[in-house]
């Protein structure tokens, strides 16, 4: 294989009005990429807190941030829950770009009491619904960026995952599709492979969003500490390119990924203000190795 790859050009991050989304196309546009950033937010304040408070951020919002830090933001309305308007949106990327280089599945459902202690069936049951803004969301998405990468042999197929798809995290519809799209990932690389179409799940830490930040007032017996810590998006925005930019990504391809790590070991990377993440994975669970076995 050769030492030298392509760089990555264009990228679809899913879900990117605000919080771990906006910040990986961010860290995507300062690599210079043209980065198709999609949600559901029009209008600012249309998404609330943990608390009704309203949040930050539009569609529009993040893809003029993405121009502004050196790459070209091009919006798009889309949800993610419509099947047709995702396929629209992988429609208009091949027409007006004729390739596609990463596709991150970030958008998730977040139900206003994921992270309230109680257990699951206190709960009301529409915060089941990121099995499906989450999980089959990423499928479908990844089902289209497939058909795309496998005929130009080359691309990237990202998935945001956590340390929930190993230690109990807000309940078991988070975990269950924090698993789901590892397994997702593994899975999508097997069939890539002769393509030479990587897909990867990476862990993320902490993340410093607005979410977070509501989330850390709110209960900050639980967030405090960890905030102190906390990583940017656009450091797995980097990892991205990172892994869409190595010759030898195929060494990583369905593996689940945590990202501290990855960035430290493999590309030496480091998060803002010469900051090296940790990696939680003695408190909080380490990424099952991919079997090698096969069954079809």
């Known amino acids: 294989m050769s030492d030298t790859k392509k760089a990555p050009r264009v990228a679809i991050v899913t879900g990117a009005s605000r919080g771990a989304g906006k910040g990986i196309a961010l860290g995507l546009a300062e690599k210079g990429m043209t980065v198709y950033v999609t949600g559901r937010t029009k209008k600012v304040g249309a998404a609330k807190g943990w608390d009704g408070t309203p949040l930050p951020g539009t569609v529009e919002e993040t893809a003029q941030a993405v121009t502004d830090a050196g790459g070209k933001g091009i919006a798009v309305i889309c949800d993610s829950a419509d099947d047709a308007q995702v396929k629209k949106l992988f429609e208009q990327v091949m027409d007006e770009q004729g390739q596609l280089d990463i596709l991150m599945n970030n958008a998730a459902y977040i139900h206003h009491q994921l992270i309230e202690q109680k257990p699951f069936w206190e709960k009301e049951l529409d915060a089941q619904y990121i099995m499906d803004v989450g999980l089959r969301s990423s499928y479908v998405a990844s089902w289209h960026a497939a058909n795309i990468m496998a005929k130009q042999k080359s691309g ?93 990504a195929s060494e990583i391809s369905g593996h689940t990924l945590i990202g501290a790590e990855v960035a430290e070991k493999r590309y030496k990377l480091k998060d803002r203000g010469d900051k090296q993440p940790p990696s939680y994975r003695e408190m909080l669970g380490s990424p099952n190795e991919p079997n090698p076995a096969r069954v079809y």
């Open 156 to 248: 990237l197929i990202g998935f945001g995952s956590s340390f929930g798809a190993s230690c109990y995290m807000h309940g078991p519809a988070y975990g269950a599709q924090k698993a789901g799209v590892d397994k997702m990932a593994h899975d999508m690389a097997v069939d890539l492979e002769p393509f030479n179409v990587q897909a990867v799940s990476i862990w993320m830490g902490p993340l410093l969003t607005e979410r977070a930040m509501i989330a850390a007032e709110v209960h900050p017996e639980q967030y405090t500490e960890f905030m102190a810590l906390a990583e940017t998006p656009q450091f797995t925005g980097h990892i991205l390119h990172a892994i869409a930019s190595d010759p030898k």
